[in-house]
């Protein structure tokens, strides 16, 4: 028997059938709500736990703050951003292969283009400056007291297309001094860094296709002077290595082994090498031959025996750090600083001593070499001065109730007026 629809059966049917939909879409509605607290609730530990968690550093900081917080479409911070191009310009190879792996980063394509919203050039800009000059408006009195460091390295020869500037980028390029058609082999590159307060600046950069001549130096040296005196700043001194030009520009500006300054723009400044670079300087001489002090003799085969020595402990060894790289370094080890500072350390002079004492070391240079290697370490440490209460006494700062600091440099100042080079190993 056929069953016959009532009238009213079927607005009913409907009807419900709006409602079960209506019923389904508050369903929905509620499990997003409900999800949506749980992750707000996760969040907010996650925040309760950065706020409680010492991190080392603001860059480790951003860096979990990626991993943990960061969702699709969400704009970068600006310290996410610079650790996202600090990672990228330590090696862009690492940093692909860190996204590969799973961790949170910007796309390539967000790097690059950040990288091209910086319209760099080689001379110093105008916009750049003001930028700079807004900054230091809010400097007090020993925050503006900075230093200019000058140094060159090497690039590999390539031609670029600079879409922004319409130019192409890889020739011999000293800004408002000139372009050539020679290939850039070189970048001197300049910068600005607090003597007090820490932080730096990068101030301007410049092609060069076989380093910068001496004159030439001068003339950039004074403009940087110029530029960072007009915005504000205190400049107190120039520091570079002790390239062949540099040598040069020093001499140029009127320096001397008496009197090591010069006047710019109004301002005293103090023309100093790089403490490294001397380090590195003194250890490839002593590498290369004796020195003779007096009547005393420095020899680097004292250090040679002595690594022998410890080399061959079964018991304990008391130069960890030095490995044969340290005594018998490549053209390109010879570079490294952190090599040459590691060699003339206190621990090698300590080893040397201990060597002589135990009878196992037998040499009449042995604790001239010593004595040499300590004072060199001393002096590092008085120059290398960071914090107030340092618990090496020699890395305090320079304070008339600091005696040991003035100590060690006029020793080393003494010791190098009389150092000769006299022979080789």
């Given at each position: 028997m056929r069953q016959i629809k009532s009238p009213k059966k079927s607005p009913l049917q409907q009807e419900l059938i709006r409602i079960q939909k209506l019923l389904k879409r508050k369903r929905s509605i509620i499990s997003a709500l409900k999800q949506k607290?749980?992750?707000?609730?996760?969040?907010?530990?996650?925040?309760?736990?950065?706020?409680?968690?010492?991190?080392?550093?603001?860059?480790?900081?951003?860096?979990?703050?990626?991993?943990?917080?960061?969702?699709n479409r969400k704009p970068w911070s600006s310290n996410e951003k610079k650790v996202a191009l600090s990672l990228y310009y330590k090696s862009p190879s690492t940093y692909k292969y860190m996204r590969r792996t799973g961790i949170v980063l910007p796309a390539m394509s967000t790097v690059t283009r950040w990288l091209r919203s910086i319209n760099y050039s080689t001379r110093f800009s105008a916009?750049?400056?003001?930028?700079?000059?807004?900054?230091?408006?809010?400097?007090?009195?020993?925050?503006?007291k900075c230093v200019l460091l000058l140094d060159e390295v090497s690039i590999m020869k390539t031609l670029e297309y600079n879409k922004i500037l319409d130019e192409i980028e890889g020739f011999e390029d000293l800004g408002d001094m000139g372009r050539t058609e020679k290939l850039g082999s070189h970048?001197?590159?300049?910068?600005?860094?607090?003597?007090?307060?820490?932080?730096?600046?990068?101030?301007?950069?410049?092609?060069?296709?076989?380093?910068?001549?001496?004159d030439t130096l001068v003339e950039i040296g004074k403009n940087c002077v110029k530029n960072i005196v007009d915005i504000g700043l205190l400049p107190t001194c120039i520091v570079c290595d002790q390239g062949t030009q540099n040598r040069r520009m020093f001499s140029l500006l009127g320096a001397?082994?008496?009197?090591?300054?010069?006047?710019?723009?109004?301002?005293?400044?103090?023309?100093?090498?790089?403490?490294?670079?001397?380090?590195?300087?003194l250890r490839n001489n002593l590498l290369s031959g004796d020195f003779k002090i007096g009547n005393k003799?420095?020899?680097?085969?004292?250090?040679?025996?002595?690594?022998?020595?410890?080399?061959?402990?079964?018991?304990?060894?008391?130069?960890?750090?030095?490995?044969?790289?340290h005594?018998?370094?490549?053209?390109?080890?010879?570079?490294?600083?952190?090599?040459?500072?590691?060699l003339l350390s206190n621990s090698v002079s300590a080893a040397i001593k201990t060597c002589v004492a135990t009878g196992?070391?037998?040499?009449?240079?042995?604790?001239?070499?010593?004595?040499?290697?300590?004072?060199?370490?001393?002096?590092?440490?008085?120059?290398?001065?960071?914090?107030?209460?340092?618990?090496?006494?020699?890395?305090?700062?320079?304070?008339?109730?600091?005696?040991?600091?003035f100590d060690n440099l006029k020793k080393a100042q003494a010791l190098f007026k009389e150092a000769v080079k006299v022979s080789m190993p």
């Open positions: 607290k749980t992750n707000k609730k996760q969040k907010s530990n996650v925040n309760d736990l950065f706020k409680t968690f010492n991190f080392p550093s603001k860059n480790s900081r951003s860096l979990v703050s990626m991993q943990l917080l960061h969702k916009k750049y400056l003001e930028q700079i000059r807004l900054k230091v408006l809010n400097m007090d009195y020993n925050e503006k970048a001197l590159v300049i910068m600005v860094r607090g003597l007090y307060k820490n932080w730096k600046l990068p101030l301007s950069y410049f092609f060069t296709g076989s380093g910068v001549k001496g001397s082994q008496n009197n090591p300054s010069t006047e710019i723009c109004g301002k005293k400044l103090f023309l100093i090498y790089d403490m490294p670079h001397l380090i590195k300087s003799v420095v020899s680097i085969n004292d250090i040679k025996k002595t690594y022998e020595i410890d080399s061959q402990s079964k018991i304990a060894r008391a130069m960890t750090k030095i490995t044969p790289t005594l018998s370094p490549n053209p390109f080890q010879k570079m490294s600083c952190k090599l040459a500072i590691q196992q070391l037998k040499s009449n240079t042995a604790l001239h070499t010593s004595e040499f290697i300590n004072v060199i370490n001393n002096m590092f440490d008085s120059a290398n001065s960071k914090n107030l209460y340092d618990r090496n006494p020699n890395r305090r700062p320079l304070s008339p109730k600091n005696s040991i600091v």
